[in-house]
Nanobody, 124 residues
Framework: QVHVVESGGGLVQAGSSLRLSCAASGRTFSGYHVGWSRQAPGKEREFVAAISWPFGNTDYADSVKGRFTLSRDNAKNTVYLQMNSLKPEDTAIYYC?????????????????WGQGTQVTVSS
């Protein structure tokens, strides 16, 4: 199991950008796919994006396609979620996780261990 630490959240205005980081702790991301989910107050967790190992193939939720971009820096054991053109509805706690199964990240399999999360707040 790869433990993760998320960072980079904050309070921004609509239309702004943020870059979230997901760093591996204790071991590397080598061999693992990495995904992001988010949960807004009073709502269920939803899939945001995932990036595969080793080729870096990506999948995005329709709500963020064209605005969010995933990348991974294997040397730094870090995955980045670049979020552009942020909207108030993007406000949520963002979580990342690593999994040996790409589809488990997309379907939010209950065996996935998400990190502590980082708060993103977008004001209108």
């Amino acid at each position: 199991q790869v433990h993760v630490v998320e960072s980079g959240g904050g309070l921004v205005q609509a239309g702004s950008s943020l870059r979230l980081s997901c760093a591996a702790s204790g071991r590397t991301f080598s061999g693992y796919h990495v995904g992001w989910s988010r949960q807004a107050p009073g709502k269920e967790r939803e899939f945001v994006a995932a990036i595969s190992w080793p080729f870096g193939n990506t999948d995005y939720a329709d709500s963020v396609k064209g605005r969010f971009t995933l990348s991974r820096d294997n040397a730094k054991n870090t995955v980045y979620l670049q979020m552009n053109s942020l909207k108030p509805e993007d406000t949520a706690i963002y979580y990342c996780a690593a999994s040996g199964l790409f589809e488990n990240l997309i379907k939010l399999d209950p065996t996935i261990h998400w990190g502590q999360g980082t708060q993103v707040t977008v004001s209108s």
